[in-house]
């Protein structure tokens, strides 16, 4: 399948990677076209891989991935355009951290509203399902490097879609448990699992990690 990831950073270039690896064509998209991380993305990747703009990215992409730092994704998508997002699977990993203040970063929307719903606001005629936010990038794409059983989320509008990306996560990404939380407004839930994943984070001095639910 042809993947637009949109964002050249360590989420970005790790899905691009697993995604080329699996035979997939990818292609990383920037705001500029000859973004220099996506360059070298590029050349180590080889066969399957290019880069471009937003725009070339999720034109490209029969199903697109949003990878881009949460205060700048609704720019980001905008500037991908929302005709080259009509009627497609948007994978969205952003989490709306806000690190204007320093650290820890707080969220710059949350409770009554998310990241996710924003950007299915924005882009009505997208698919949006909000996934892979709660766990590290290494993890996203190789689940099977915890010991023991672990859960990932998922959430949207479109129930098509979302058993579409629950699919390609145990089949391509190797997910072994994926718990649907229902619409978008769950990405309340899973964006604000940040607070406490950060929090993880420094008491357990690694971001190799995930939860369990257990009933
Ligand atoms: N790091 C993790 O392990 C992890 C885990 C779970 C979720 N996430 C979430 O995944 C997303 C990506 O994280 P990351 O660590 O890979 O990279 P990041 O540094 O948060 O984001 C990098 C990407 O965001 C784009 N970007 C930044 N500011 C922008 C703006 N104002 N307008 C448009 N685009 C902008 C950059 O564009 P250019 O390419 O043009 O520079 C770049 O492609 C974030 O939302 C993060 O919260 C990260």
Redesign the pocket.
């Known amino acids: 399948m042809k993947f637009g990831v949109l964002?050249?950073?360590?989420?970005?270039s790790t899905i691009a990677t697993k995604l080329v690896s699996l035979g997939h064509e990818v292609k990383l998209g920037?705001?500029?076209a000859a973004?220099e991380?996506?360059a070298a993305w590029v050349a180590s990747a080889g066969r399957g891989a290019s880069q471009g703009t937003f725009a070339d990215a999720a034109a490209f992409g029969e199903i697109v991935f949003n990878?881009?730092?949460?205060?700048?994704?609704i720019?980001?998508l905008r500037s991908a355009g929302a005709s080259a997002l009509r009627g497609k699977i948007l994978i969205d990993?952003?989490?709306p951290?806000d690190f204007s203040k320093g650290m820890p970063p707080t969220l710059f929307v949350s409770n009554g509203d998310s990241l996710g719903e924003t950007i299915q606001r924005t882009f009505p005629e997208a698919k949006v399902v909000k996934a892979?936010?709660t766990?590290?990038?290494g993890l996203m794409v190789a689940p099977g490097r915890l010991r023991g059983d672990h859960d990932l989320f998922v959430c949207g509008n479109d129930a098509g879609a979302k058993a579409q990306v629950v699919r390609f996560l145990k089949e391509e990404f190797g997910w072994k448990s994926v718990i649907d939380l229902g619409d978008i407004t769950a990405a309340r839930g899973t964006e604000s699992y940040l607070l406490l994943w950060l929090r993880l984070y420094g008491a357990l001095q690694t971001?190799d990690f995930n939860v369990h639910v257990v009933n």
């Open positions: 964002g050249s950073g360590m989420v970005g920037s705001r500029n973004n991380k996506a990878c881009t730092a949460g205060v700048g994704s720019d980001a990993i952003a989490n951290l892979l936010n766990v590290n990038a971001a």
